[in-house]
C-alpha cells in the first residue's frame, strides 16, 4: 500500500488543459519509494558511452536508487553487468572507473572472481562443510550497447532498450553519425537538490530558454523550434547559428541544427550544432528530493582544442549552472504554503517552440507508471 493519491491513467492527456501531478510527487519518501520499484527497477537505464568500456578489462561502476553497479568488459571482450556487492559479506568489489586485473578480488575476504563473474577463489573453502563456489557468483543484470551507449535493466525479464524506446537509436544516428566513435571530454558531477522530475520537466520545454539561457537562445532560433514527441522518448529540434555567447558553428556545416532527445525515464542526449560532438545529462536518482547528475561532454578527438576547452568552460561556468539553479529554485518553490498544489502547463495551439507539450506527455507517462 502507498499513502499518496493514485493518478488516473489518462492524467494530462488532454494537454491543452493540463496541470502538473501534485507537489507532494516531487517531495514524498514513499513516491519515490515507489517509482524506484515501478519505475527504476523495471527500466532500461543508461550508464555512460561505450568508449568508457570499449577495452577489454575496463570497467565503470555507478549508483543507481542505492544500488552501486559495474559495467565491465570481460577478457572475451564480451560487455557484462553486475551488482557491486560480494555475495559473502555483502562488501563492494570495484570503486570508480578503470581498468580491471583478469579477476576482480574482494577488499574485505580476498575472494575472487573472474569477470564473468564466476567465483574462482576462496581462502579455507575446503575447510567449510557443504561449500559449493557455483553458488556464490556475481549477481548480473541485463545490459545492452544501444546508439553508442551503455544500458542496463535491473528487471531480468525485461525486453531490449529498442523495446522500451522504439526509433530512438536510429533518430540519434542521424543526428550523429559519429556517435560510437565519441569520446569523454569533461564531466561535472552534482548532488542536484532536485527530485529527477523536475529537471526532466525543465528539459522537457523551451518555454525557459529565452529567459533563462540567453546566450543558448542566442544560438538556437526558438521560433524555428518543435518538440515532437514518440512515445517513451522526445525529440527537440532547432534551427542553429553561430553566437559568440555559446556555440561556434564551422563554416563547412551546412544547415546547422540542435537536437536534443529526451529517454524514458532520465537521460538526455544532445547534439549540438556541428553534429561532431554531444552532450549527455545522466540521472541517478538518490532520494526524493536528491539527484546524482553526471553532465558529459563527448568529443572526436582526445587532445582538446582551445575551442573546445572554451566550450567545455561554457558549459561549465554558464548553461550548467543556468539549469541547476532553476531546478533547486522550484524544489523548493514546490514545498511552499504560496504553492497552489498543482502548475498551469502552458501548451499553445501550434504547439511552438515555447509550448509545454513535452512536460504533458512526461507526466501522462507519470501516471500511467504509478499504476499497479
Same mark, same amino acid.
Given at each position: @500500500? ?28 514513499? +513516491? ?43 577478457? =572475451? ?15 563492494? /568489489? /570495484? ?20 569477470? #564473468? ?9 575446503? *575447510?567449510?562443510?557443504?561449500? =559449493? ?9 541485463? +545490459? ?18 529498442? =523495446? ?7 533518430? @540519434?544516428?542521424?543526428?550523429?553519425? +559519429? ?24 528539459? @522537457? ?12 537562445? #542566442?544560438?538556437? #532560433? ?6 515532437? /514527441? ?37 537521460? @538526455? ?23 546524482? *547528475? ?8 582526445? =587532445?582538446?582544442?582551445?575551442? *573546445? *576547452?572554451? /566550450?567545455? #568552460? ?59
Amino acid at each position: @500500500m502507498t499513502d499518496f493519491e493514485r493518478l488516473p491513467a489518462d492524467f494530462c492527456s488532454d494537454p491543452a488543459r493540463a496541470f502538473t501531478i501534485p507537489a507532494n510527487f516531487y517531495t514524498s519518501a514513499s +513516491v519515490f519509494e515507489h517509482e524506484k520499484e515501478k519505475i527504476f527497477a523495471k527500466s532500461w537505464i543508461c550508464l555512460g558511452h561505450r568508449s568508457e568500456v570499449a577495452e577489454n578489462n575496463a570497467y565503470i561502476t555507478r549508483e543507481v536508487i542505492g544500488e552501486s553497479i559495474i559495467v565491465i568488459r570481460g577478457r =572475451d571482450s564480451v560487455l557484462r553487468a553486475f551488482y557491486n556487492v560480494c555475495p559473502h559479506r555483502g562488501h563492494q /568489489l /570495484l570503486e570508480g572507473s578503470g581498468k580491471a586485473k583478469n579477476v576482480i578480488a574482494c577488499p574485505y575476504h580476498a575472494w575472487t572472481f573472474k569477470l #564473468d563473474g564466476e567465483l574462482t577463489h576462496v581462502r579455507n573453502c575446503d *575447510q567449510v562443510e557443504a561449500f =559449493d563456489k557455483g553458488d556464490f557468483s556475481l549477481v548480473q543484470l541485463r +545490459v545492452e550497447e544501444y546508439a553508442g551507449f551503455i544500458f542496463v535493466n535491473m528487471d531480468p525479464d525485461a525486453g531490449s532498450v529498442e =523495446d522500451q524506446l522504439p526509433g530512438l537509436e536510429a533518430r @540519434m544516428r542521424g543526428a550523429c553519425s +559519429v556517435i560510437d566513435d565519441l569520446h569523454l571530454a569533461a564531466r561535472f558531477v552534482s548532488d542536484t537538490p532536485a527530485n529527477w522530475k523536475s529537471i526532466v520537466d525543465n528539459y @522537457m520545454e523551451c518555454y525557459h530558454c529565452g529567459p533563462a539561457h540567453p546566450s543558448f537562445a #542566442d544560438s538556437v #532560433d526558438v521560433g524555428q523550434y518543435v518538440h515532437t /514527441l514518440h512515445g517513451n522518448w522526445s525529440l527537440q529540434y532547432g534551427i542553429a547559428k553561430s553566437s559568440e555567447q555559446s556555440f561556434q558553428v564551422d563554416e563547412s556545416v551546412s544547415d546547422p541544427s540542435f537536437a536534443g532527445f529526451w529517454a524514458w525515464p532520465c537521460t @538526455m542526449f544532445n547534439v549540438p550544432p556541428g553534429a561532431n560532438f554531444m552532450t549527455v545529462i545522466y540521472e541517478f536518482p538518490v532520494d526524493a528530493e536528491t539527484t546524482l *547528475q553526471h553532465y558529459d561532454i563527448y568529443f572526436l578527438n582526445k =587532445d582538446i582544442t582551445e575551442e *573546445q *576547452q572554451k /566550450l567545455i #568552460d561554457w558549459y561549465r561556468e554558464v548553461f550548467r549552472p543556468e539549469d541547476l539553479r532553476l531546478v533547486e529554485s522550484v524544489q523548493k518553490g514546490l514545498k511552499s504554503r504560496g504553492y497552489r498544489g498543482q502548475g498551469r502547463i502552458m501548451v499553445d495551439k501550434e504547439r511552438s517552440g515555447i509550448s509545454e507539450h513535452g512536460i504533458a506527455h512526461f507526466h501522462n507517462l507519470i501516471a500511467v507508471s504509478h499504476l499497479d
